[in-house]
């Protein structure tokens, strides 16, 4: 027999540890695991695969030894960050149900250490290799946007679907300039970004498994040719951070990370003044291939990938603003709103299109969390039979900006407001878990009276 509903609730915000493992020896067994693959391939013929150079430990002062999470703060983070990859005409419940799922899902273990739960551990209701997938996600963002606030205090960062991000300048599919495209990307983009100020580009890889560390080695590996796949500027100066989430039966969850370090600055040409964030990006059609030589005055050197140089940086920040304004407005109830910061290739007909009224969503619903007003979206599904409603919204007055297509006032607005949000997980008066972001996006959800 399952817990009753009220009982998950309040294990959604219990806080635990999830132990972080970045070390040298970390780094060392991830390069022999590539090592012995690129040998292997070289005894079939085969090209080695291009991986991102120089990976090293995570320092321990931007990371700690482990990080405390509440499982809701956990499904808010994946919510936020997947909205835009299940665009499709059901849309609604299905957007949100890749992080909601999971309600039951994790525990505490072996003291104060987060683990699954006996309902994680279920092989007939969560498929391992997508809940390892989707659960490293969530982590693997947490803890990268803990250690770049760490290391940039005075700095807001949002991450933003890679994929979604690139369609705007690159055709990842299809025959046309297959030849230098790469199908190994990077999941996320993390921009490091305040008003008035060049954004600085972190690429990220998100790996998980329910296997050994042996497992986890080999998938960070695989995680360096993502993060090879795209360059900013010149090729040994893009910073990078590869995790890979090991999630055991009964044991606590680790996360493993490494990192690449470089600049990833998007520089605005000299005199330009302050890029316009409010002006739609165009698509572009930039054909794919790096330049590994590029910036060094020598022959060009040309392999698979996309390249983003100085002449459109300022360009790929209005994409990276716009996606991730995108993304926001979906997360609270996509449709029109969602649609105008998307362009035709990355999907902004998903949004324009009608839907039924039973799958369509809208920005239709107030209500207020401590103290502050935010509108969103509301569904209902149950938990062990009872019912419950989950509610994602975005504070009115920072929806209000997004809503009128100001992409440089919402983030004036949300960077100022940063360090405002309440860390109190249950609000009393919605009368169960609320978690609110420091981009001003809420997830809260409480049994249905």
Not at 6 to 12: S, Y
Not at 95 to 104: D, F, G, R, V
Not at 333 to 354: I, V
Not at 393 to 399: N, T
Request: aromatic share 8%.
């Amino acid at each position: 027999m399952g817990k009753n509903a009220e009982a998950v609730l309040k294990d959604l915000v219990q806080p635990w540890n999830v132990a972080i493992h970045s070390t040298a020896g970390l780094a060392g067994s991830v390069s022999a695991v590539s090592d012995a693959d690129d040998e292997e391939r070289r005894g079939k013929n085969r090209e080695p695969l291009r991986r991102k150079p120089g990976l090293h430990a995570v320092p321990v002062g931007d990371r700690g030894h482990s990080i405390e999470l509440t499982p809701w703060k956990l499904l808010h983070t994946l919510g936020r960050a997947n909205v835009l990859a299940r665009q499709g005409a059901g849309r609604g419940l299905a957007e949100h149900w890749a992080s909601l799922k999971y309600c039951q899902a994790l525990d505490g273990n072996h003291g104060s250490f987060m683990a699954l739960s006996d309902e994680g551990r279920n092989p007939i209701r969560h498929y391992k290799a997508v809940q390892s997938g989707e659960l490293g996600i969530g982590f693997a963002l947490a803890v990268a946007q803990e250690v770049l606030g760490q290391r940039y205090p005075d700095h807001s960062v949002s991450a933003i679907d890679a994929e979604i991000a690139l369609r705007a300048g690159w055709t990842l599919t299809g025959k046309d300039h297959a030849t230098h495209r790469a199908s190994k990307r990077p999941h996320f983009f993390l921009e490091v970004w305040k008003p008035g100020a060049p954004s600085k580009v972190v690429l990220v890889a998100c790996k998980g498994t329910h296997g050994k560390p042996a497992q986890v080695h080999a998938q960070l590996s695989t995680a360096a040719v993502h993060v090879e796949a795209v360059h900013i500027g010149r090729s040994d100066d893009t910073p990078v951070m590869v995790f890979g989430t090991e999630i055991p039966g009964t044991d606590p969850i680790t996360l493993h990370v490494l990192e690449a370090t470089g600049d990833g600055t998007l520089h605005l040409p000299t005199g330009a003044g302050q890029d316009d964030l409010d002006s739609p990006p165009e698509d572009r059609a930039v054909v794919p291939g790096i330049d590994l030589a590029w910036g060094t005055g020598e022959k060009p050197r040309v392999v698979s990938g996309y390249h983003v140089r100085p002449e459109g940086y300022g360009w790929f920040r209005r994409v990276l603003a716009h996606t991730d304004a995108a993304a926001l407005t979906a997360f609270t109830g996509g449709g029109e709103p969602t649609a105008r910061y998307l362009s035709k290739r990355q999907g902004k007909r998903h949004f324009e299109q009608y839907t039924h009224a039973g799958t369509g969503i809208v920005q239709d619903v107030a209500y207020p969390v401590h103290g502050v007003d935010f509108v969103g979206t509301d569904h209902v599904f149950r938990l062990n039979g009872t019912r419950v409603e989950a509610f994602s919204g975005i504070a009115k007055d920072l929806f209000e900006y997004l809503a009128a297509g100001r992409v440089g006032k919402y983030r004036e607005g949300a960077h100022a407001l940063r360090e405002e949000w309440s860390d109190e997980q249950w609000d009393t008066k919605w009368n169960g878990p609320v978690s609110l972001n420091r981009d001003g996006s809420v997830l809260a959800i409480r049994v249905l009276r």
